[in-house]
T-cell receptor
Framework: KNEVEQSPQNLTAQEGEFITINCSYSVGISALHWLQQHPGGGIVSLFMLSSGKKKHGRLIATINIQEKHSSLHITASHPRDSAVYICAVRTPTKLVFGAGTILRVKS | EAQVTQNPRYLITVTGKKLTVTCSQNMNHEYMSWYRQDPGLGLRQIYYSMNVEVTDKGDVPEGYKVSRKEKRNFPLILESPSPNQTSLYFC???????????FGPGTRLLVL
């Protein structure tokens, strides 16, 4: 079993829809990152969380340390949100990545 | 502009021919790392460095070397590349172990 599991693997949404991507992990962590990778390949860090909730524009990230679960929400989705979203957890010795969620938002 | 740069961006080489991929950051970050990304396997950490002259292995260090002689630079060295090292490579830096990481643009390597 992978230490970091993301769901769904693929997601297609209509423009304007509310989107949720989930990340569950099985190891002890000090922080969790949400990353975005566009088709060109570049990776951008969206959030770094150790507790609670963070919001940036239309993006919201939450983490529940007790349940070892994090969610990334996108409100009022737009075609430019189409990308791969990657969850990564920071353990005492390494950064472990999820397999990513491929999001496509259709207009 | 704060950034992480990598060179080259694309490289085609042959088995056994030593190569170096450079990584440089202008943010005075202490922590730097190298990752490879492969279809179906996702991102995996190769090596990381907590500071100058301090480096450690990640999940997949075999076949790679790194050095950290200056704070801003963290080159990745493939002494004798093999086809299984064909991959997309990313360098990243952050101000601390748990802080937000800034990624370079990636280097696509093909080893024939």
């Amino acid at each position: 079993k992978n230490e970091v599991e993301q769901s769904p693997q693929n997601l297609t949404a209509q423009e304007g829809e509310f989107i949720t991507i989930n990340c569950s992990y099985s190891v002890g962590i000090s922080a969790l990152h949400w990353l975005q990778q566009h088709p060109g390949g570049g990776i951008v860090s969206l959030f770094m969380l150790s507790s609670g909730k963070k919001k940036h524009g239309r993006l919201i990230a939450t983490i529940n340390i007790q349940e070892k679960h994090s969610s990334l929400h996108i409100t009022a989705s737009h075609p430019r949100d189409s990308a791969v979203y990657i969850c990564a957890v920071r353990t005492p010795t390494k950064l472990v990545f999820g397999a990513g969620t491929i999001l496509r938002v259709k207009s | 502009e704060a950034q992480v740069t990598q060179n080259p961006r694309y490289l085609i080489t042959v088995t056994g021919k030593k190569l170096t991929v450079t990584c440089s950051q202008n943010m005075n970050h202490e922590y730097m790392s190298w990752y490879r990304q492969d279809p179906g396997l996702g991102l995996r950490q190769i090596y990381y460095s907590m500071n100058v002259e301090v480096t450690d292995k990640g999940d997949v260090p075999e076949g790679y070397k790194v050095s950290r002689k200056e704070k801003r630079n963290f080159p990745l060295i493939l002494e004798s590349p093999s086809p299984n090292q064909t991959s997309l490579y990313f360098c990243a830096s952050s101000s601390g172990w748990e802080e937000t990481q800034y990624f370079g643009p990636g280097t696509r390597l093909l080893v024939l």
